[in-house]
Antibody
Framework: QVQLQESGPGLVKPSETLSLTCTVS????????WSWIRQPPGKGLEWIGY???????NYNPSLKSRVTISVDTSKNHFSLRLSSVTAADTAVYYC???????????WGQGTLVTVSS | QSVLTQPPSASGTPGQRVTISCSGS????????VYWYQQLPGTAPKLLIY???QRPSGVPDRFSDSKSVTSASLAISGLRSEDEADYYC???????????FGGGTKLTVL
């Protein structure tokens, strides 16, 4: 059974870089879309971007200038970096896997990241 | 910005059939598959429907979807109290070259 687990700081200062890692167990990082999605408190889901097997990436245009998604296959994890954060980036961040970009069948439990000084 | 539009709320009584709509555009629903997610309170979203009314293992056949041009609908029959959750539609958008989510519909079982 594939499991995903997000990890990283729960508090980030404004203007700094948010960094999260998603560790995959029960399967290898291959042949799928490995995605990041976020959900501000009390609001809906927002797609951040994905990394596809082979290394190609695709990001939400509204975040593209600040986002990097990368993979470390030796550690079976992929990561999210979001630079120059503001309070508007406060959200629960989820990592997820899908056979299709919009069809995500495995999700992590999510991790709350608060941007505050 | 491309969007998928859902009603903010829906409700029904146990045993009823309810539907949740998702309105998109020619570049999203009109050209691509629609996916539906269920998010129970305090949990991660769960894939409910994919690729033309396909259900992942474990999702009951009480859940189904339909699509018409640039809109889609999720139907839940035999409504149960455990169906009370937020429901999101999602699709690939060719104009955005990315994934878009609907704003979500909060389903209340009365």
């Amino acid at each position: 059974q594939v499991q995903l687990q997000e990890s990283g700081p729960g508090l980030v200062k404004p203007s700094e870089t948010l960094s999260l890692t998603c560790t995959v167990s029960g399967g290898s990082i291959s042949r799928y879309y490995w995605s990041w999605i976020r959900q501000p408190p009390g609001k809906g889901l927002e797609w951040i971007g994905y990394l596809y097997y082979g290394g190609s990436t695709n990001y939400n245009p509204s975040l593209k200038s600040r986002v990097t998604i990368s993979v470390d296959t030796s550690k079976n994890h992929f990561s999210l970096r979001l630079s120059s954060v503001t309070a508007a980036d406060t959200a629960v961040y989820y990592c997820a896997r899908g056979a299709e970009a919009a069809g995500l069948d495995y999700w992590g439990q999510g991790t709350l990241v608060t941007v505050s000084s | 910005q491309s969007v998928l539009t859902q009603p903010p709320s829906a409700s029904g009584t146990p045993g009823q059939r309810v539907t949740i709509s998702c309105s998109g555009s020619s570049s999203s629903i009109g050209s691509n598959y629609v996916y539906w997610y269920q998010q129970l309170p305090g949990t991660a979203p769960k894939l409910l429907i994919y690729r033309n009314n396909q259900r992942p293992s474990g999702v009951p056949d009480r859940f189904s979807d339909s699509k018409s041009v640039t809109s889609a609908s999720l139907a839940i029959s035999g409504l149960r109290s455990e169906d009370e959750a937020d429901y999101y539609c999602a699709a690939w958008d060719d104009s955005l070259s990315g994934v878009i989510f609907g704003g979500g519909t909060k389903l209340t079982v009365l």
